[in-house]
């Protein structure tokens, strides 16, 4: 009788092979995730910046149609403070008039949250609006509003008439 004999091998531990497998990869996934996420903060923060600018060049717009709307109700001519800004105007949220441009930078409020360029109790702001206005004829202004802000620049354009 020939008798067999069995290898029975104990595989019960890891390889040294298999051991830096796994750390390798459990270091790149470490390392593609720390990347992701400084990433996706960084874009945030771009992203806010620029949905603020946005925010401040269509509030120029507003600024704009207010004066027209405030010169309706008091009977003056409807564009009336409006002519003078091809060069360039200034102007925030309280202001019943543009002002020449002189590059100021705007404010944030910390009380109310509004940007202004008085600094009342405010911290400074990387934002600069400029808003031009030019004629279009008889009846309808063009204006433009720019926003700029550590070397970005937003342009937002409308046409406002004398629909009254």
């Known amino acids: 009788m020939v008798k067999k004999i069995k290898n029975i091998q ?11 497998f796994t750390i390798f990869i459990i270091i790149v996934s470490i390392v593609g995730i720390y990347q992701g996420l400084s990433y996706s903060i960084k874009h945030a923060k771009e992203v806010t910046e620029q949905f603020i600018a946005n925010y401040l060049a269509g509030e120029g717009i507003e600024i704009v149609k207010n004066i027209r709307d405030t010169n309706w109700i008091n009977g003056r001519e409807w564009s009336s403070g409006l002519t003078g800004c091809s060069s360039g105007c200034e102007a925030d949220f309280n202001d019943s008039a543009l002002s020449s441009y002189t590059g100021k930078y705007l404010y944030l409020d910390s009380s109310n949250y509004f940007y202004q360029y008085d600094n009342i109790s405010g911290e400074i702001t990387p934002y600069q609006r400029k808003i031009t206005i030019t004629a279009n004829g008889n009846n309808e202004l063009d204006i433009s509003v720019s926003v700029s802000w550590r070397g970005n620049t937003t342009v937002v354009k409308e046409n406002i008439y004398n629909w009254k």
């Open 10 to 20: 104990n595989n019960s531990g890891f390889t040294l092979l298999e051991v830096l």
